[in-house]
């Protein structure tokens, strides 16, 4: 318990609980699908306010673009604080860390399994969607879903898409998700429908009524991970097909709501496999998908080392106490490996060292710390 009690006094633990709260705005119908936060908001979470970088580069590769947008919001990120995100902002973080909690033995993870996640990065969001992607027959997103009456008075569902794709969607099949006023969905799987919808171009898709009498919302999401679907699938999306957090936030809540968890434990039985491993890991490993998976980590991971403002040591103050290393959540020799890569610039070492040998400095600063440090250890 009370090492529960300490993580709440933690100012990342308040950053990330409020972050993680602003990505969910669409709880209150508040929604920015062309927007990508810093780090993980599935797309095909129902309460998702924003996209998520890793899956959204992702499909950008697999229909032959260049992710510009993202990839340069987050090397500005990056070049700014590092890892910055990873210690303060990611609700995936903070919640890996309280699971960390419950009383078990805790284990340490060799070095080597910290590279893994660059592959992630590497081979299943950006190498993969890009060479196995440029066949796909194309990809209709959800810009307008709505309800409307036809002449004789009867509601019907209605959604514009655009098919973002580099080839034609012949005959899509969607599926519209309408809520009564019960508060329960009504699923309406609309049949093929008799077009032709070529890259780059809108078109508006009358579903068939169901019983709308009562309906009071509309809800259909653009996403692998969850509902409308279209007859053209999206095999390419490699991470999002596994991604744990996309499991959590997107799929099991849309088979809940779907009345389809069983299914959802049979047909993917992988993803729920995935999951269920880092959740147990993060037991006994400290942030264990942080550490060993996650592709966007990987990302910012790779700008540590240049970020302008970043965690440094004092190595003339130190007394290699070893208290910073204990408390480190990734486990690193801090004295060694402080603003290293594997670095999450959260600051646990700096309040705990006796001698305030650790501090956040710009990277000029910074520069001039290691050379002194380098000229007293030669005078030692």
């Given at each position: 318990?009370?090492?529960i009690?300490l993580?709440f006094l933690?100012?990342?633990?308040?950053?990330a609980?409020?972050?993680?709260?602003?990505?969910?705005?669409?709880?209150f119908?508040?929604?920015f699908?062309?927007?990508?936060?810093?780090t993980?908001?599935?797309h095909?979470?129902p309460?998702?306010?924003?996209?998520c970088?890793?899956?959204?580069?992702a499909?950008?590769f697999?229909?032959?673009?260049?992710p510009?947008?993202?990839?340069g919001?987050?090397l500005l990120?990056?070049?700014a604080a590092g890892r910055i995100?990873c210690?303060?902002l990611c609700?995936?973080?903070l919640?890996?860390?309280?699971?960390?909690?419950?009383p078990s033995k805790?284990l340490?993870?060799?070095?080597?399994?910290g590279?893994?996640?660059y592959g992630?990065l590497?081979l299943?969001?950006?190498?993969l969607p890009?060479?196995?992607g440029q066949?796909?027959?194309?990809?209709?997103?959800?810009t307008k879903?709505e309800?409307?009456k036809?002449e004789?008075?009867?509601r019907y569902?209605?959604?514009?898409?655009?098919?973002?794709?580099?080839?034609?969607?012949v005959n899509p099949?969607i599926e519209f998700?309408?809520?009564?006023?019960?508060g329960k969905?009504?699923?309406?799987k609309?049949?093929?429908f008799n077009?032709?919808i070529?890259?780059?171009e809108?078109a508006?898709l009358?579903?068939d009524?169901?019983?709308l009498?009562?309906?009071?919302?509309i809800?259909a999401?653009?996403s692998?991970?969850?509902a409308?679907?279209q007859?053209?699938?999206?095999?390419y999306?490699y991470y999002c097909?596994i991604?744990p957090v996309?499991?959590?936030t997107?799929?099991i809540?849309?088979?809940?709501?779907k009345?389809s968890?069983?299914?959802?434990i049979?047909?993917?039985f992988?993803?729920i496999?995935?999951?269920?491993?880092?959740?147990?890991?993060?037991v006994f490993?400290?942030r264990l998908?942080c550490?060993?998976?996650?592709?966007?980590?990987?990302?910012?991971?790779?700008t540590?080392?240049f970020?302008?403002?970043?965690?440094?040591?004092d190595?003339?103050?130190?007394?290699?106490?070893?208290?910073?290393s204990?408390?480190?959540?990734?486990g690193?020799?801090?004295p060694e490996?402080?603003?290293s890569?594997?670095?999450?610039?959260c600051g646990?070492?700096m309040k705990i060292?006796p001698?305030?040998?650790?501090?956040?400095e710009f990277a000029f600063?910074?520069?001039?710390?290691d050379?002194t440090?380098?000229k007293?250890?030669?005078?030692?």
């Open positions: 318990m009370e090492s009690k993580l933690k100012i990342r633990f308040w950053t609980g409020i972050f993680g709260l602003l990505l969910h705005l669409n709880i119908k508040v929604r699908p062309n927007i990508c936060a810093p993980y908001s599935c095909g979470c309460w998702a306010s924003f996209g970088p890793a899956g959204a580069a499909f950008q697999s229909i032959g673009k260049f510009a947008a993202i990839i919001t987050m990120i990056g070049a995100v210690g303060f609700p995936v973080g919640f890996q860390d309280v699971i960390h909690k419950i805790k340490k993870l060799p070095k080597w399994i590279f893994i996640k992630v590497a299943l969001v950006i190498i890009f060479l196995m066949d796909q027959s194309g990809y209709l997103e959800f879903i309800i409307l036809n004789r008075g009867k569902p209605q959604a514009t898409v655009i098919n973002n794709g580099n080839k034609p969607v099949e998700f309408v809520k009564n006023k019960d969905t009504i699923s309406k609309s049949k093929v077009i032709t070529n890259p780059g809108k508006v009358a579903g009524p169901p019983k009498t009562w309906a009071k919302s809800n999401v653009s692998p991970q969850a409308p679907t007859d053209i699938p999206i095999p999306l097909r991604c996309g499991t959590l997107a799929a809540p849309t088979a809940i709501e009345n968890f069983v299914n959802l049979k047909e993917s992988p993803r496999a995935v999951l269920l491993f880092f959740l147990i890991g993060a490993i400290s998908f550490r060993a998976f996650c592709p966007i980590g990987a990302f910012y991971a790779l540590n080392q970020a302008l403002f970043r965690p440094s040591i190595k003339t103050l130190c007394v290699q106490c070893g208290k910073c204990k408390i480190c959540p990734v690193l020799n801090v490996d402080i603003g890569p594997e670095c999450l610039a646990d070492c060292c001698k305030k040998a650790l501090k956040r600063l910074n520069d001039s710390a050379k440090n380098g007293q250890n030669k005078k030692e």
